[in-house]
Nanobody, 115 residues
Framework: QVQLVESGGGLVQAGGSLRLSCATS????????MGWYRQAPGKQRELVAAFLSGSSTNYVDSVKGRFTISRDYAKKTVYLQMNSLKPEDTAVYYC?????????WGQGTQVTVSS
């Protein structure tokens, strides 16, 4: 059974940093297609950052230059380093994995940025 577990969320002041982690478990042979999404209250879930084919990455415009997605193949873990956080980054952040023709989601971790 595939599971994704996020951690690292919390409350931070504007301008601060947080690092989110998404640990995978189960019979996963690849973490190549993983990404981070977020959903703020009253808004649709949006893609924040993701690995595309190969080592290329994709970021939503609002986080470019501030957020960095990375991964550790040995640990089968994906990270999201978030710097220069803004109040508008406040949301529940979800990890997403596409593998074996299916899509998996973590339970989400709350990120709150105070002004």
């Amino acid at each position: 059974q595939v599971q994704l577990v996020e951690s690292g969320g919390g409350l931070v002041q504007a301008g601060g940093s947080l690092r989110l982690s998404c640990a995978t478990s189960g019979s996963i042979s690849s973490i190549n297609r993983m990404g981070w999404y977020r959903q703020a209250p009253g808004k649709q879930r949006e893609l924040v950052a993701a690995f595309l084919s190969g080592s290329s990455t994709n970021y939503v415009d609002s986080v470019k230059g501030r957020f960095t997605i990375s991964r550790d193949y040995a640990k089968k873990t994906v990270y999201l380093q978030m710097n220069s956080l803004k109040p508008e980054d406040t949301a529940v952040y979800y990890c997403n994995l596409q593998w074996g023709g299916q899509e998996y989601w973590g339970q989400g971790t709350q990120v709150t940025v105070s002004s």
